[in-house]
């Protein structure tokens, strides 16, 4: 490479002298790099005059391909300082949707502010596709409910989250005293299909609890099923942060249980022993300082 970079500084000057002053190195170098390049692809590259040199027809060819390769270069060199700018790259982030909705957009929000230029790329979808994607590098970043253990990602805990039961006003005669978790057997339930990380939790802890419910409606959004517990159709468990809005104009009510499910928590999942991403990396550092 320094081979050619000796050539292309004294074919446009025309002078081994002034070639080896923009390089900052002596004259026999330049000529010694010339010489050395000539034997090895053992052809004549320029004629000596008495005021400098002049390019061959061959040197002039060859010209051609040096400056295209150096302004590649120089353009790769270019992607890089973009990308560690972050006024270039792609930010690739799973998670499901109720977690994207309500835990990852706001922080989303500031970091495309911050870096308008990063291209950011959503892929929704349950823990398993999400450990899926991650393993095979179609994303950088998955934000995904706890317990999430994989010898090939990196998975630690971001938020803690509560999960509570709520009712419409069809059901309000329940939410005016603490119940035993038994009741959830004289009220429809209304829960997400089975296969997500979130249904798994309720199986179980309704298990630990002796309470052999089975749902009502399943569903694969938790915005229906906050939707149909406001119309009346059942307790719906959600995460309590998630209906905040809901519970705070009194459109659903909490079904006060004596004894409440297990808080939970939300993780970061990268993967292991890999590099991420500029725009990945300064993302996970943005959600985990949030």
Aim: charged share 25%; aromatic share 6%.
């Amino acid at each position: 490479m320094e081979w050619y970079r000796i050539f292309l500084h004294t074919a446009r000057s025309g002078n081994l002298t002034k070639a080896a002053a923009e390089l900052h190195i002596t004259q026999p170098s330049v000529s010694y790099a010339i010489k050395q390049l000539e034997e090895g692809l053992q052809i004549k590259l320029f004629d000596r005059l008495s005021k400098g040199v002049q390019l061959t027809a061959e040197g002039a060819a060859l010209l051609d391909y040096v400056e295209k390769s150096f302004h590649l270069l120089g353009a790769g060199e270019e992607r890089m300082h973009a990308l560690r700018k972050l006024t270039a790259g792609e930010l690739r982030i799973g998670a499901s949707g109720p977690i994207m909705k309500h835990v990852l957009l706001a922080p989303l929000d500031r970091f495309h502010a911050q870096y308008p230029d990063v291209r950011v790329r959503l892929s929704q979808g349950k823990s398993s596709d999400i450990r899926m994607r991650l393993k095979e590098g179609q994303i950088d970043v998955g934000l995904v409910h706890l317990p999430f253990a994989d010898p090939e990602l990196i998975v630690r805990p971001l938020i803690s989250i509560q999960d509570c039961f709520v009712v419409g006003d069809a059901f309000l005669k329940w939410t005016t005293e603490v119940n035993d978790p038994s009741v959830l057997t004289k009220i429809p339930l209304l829960l997400l299909t089975q296969g997500s990380s979130t249904r798994r939790f309720v199986d179980q802890w309704l298990a630990s609890q002796g309470i052999q419910a089975e749902a009502d409606i399943e569903l694969s959004s938790i915005d229906m099923l906050i939707e149909f517990a406001l119309r009346g159709y059942g307790a719906a468990f959600i995460t309590e942060s998630f209906v905040r809005d809901e519970l705070a104009e009194g459109k659903l009510h909490l079904l006060k249980l004596n004894v409440n499910p297990p808080p939970r928590e939300i993780g970061v999942a990268v993967r292991a022993g890999r590099s991420m991403p500029m725009p990945a990396k300064r993302f996970v550092e943005l959600l985990e300082n949030d």
